[in-house]
């Protein structure tokens, strides 16, 4: 894995000591759960994953309407 610096980073995750957690964009929700996190899992590794979803994301179902009345 390449770092921002140029230099070659390797992430390695025990699985049994590494707490993986998914944050998104609404904050006050994201800080609510890593709190719960920290306190039910204390002493674990926690890996913050961030779920980034576009705006302009267009969905099956609306694609599928568009095509069947236009």
Known sequence: ????????????????ETIF???GKNVEKSKRLLFWVL??????????LYVHRPANVVSFSEFSFFIVFF
């Open 39 to 48: 306190q039910s899992f204390a002493g674990k590794k926690i890996c913050l």
């Open 21 to 23: 957690v998914a944050v």
């Open 1 to 16: 894995m390449e770092g921002v610096d140029g230099l070659e980073a390797e992430r390695v995750f025990d699985l049994e």
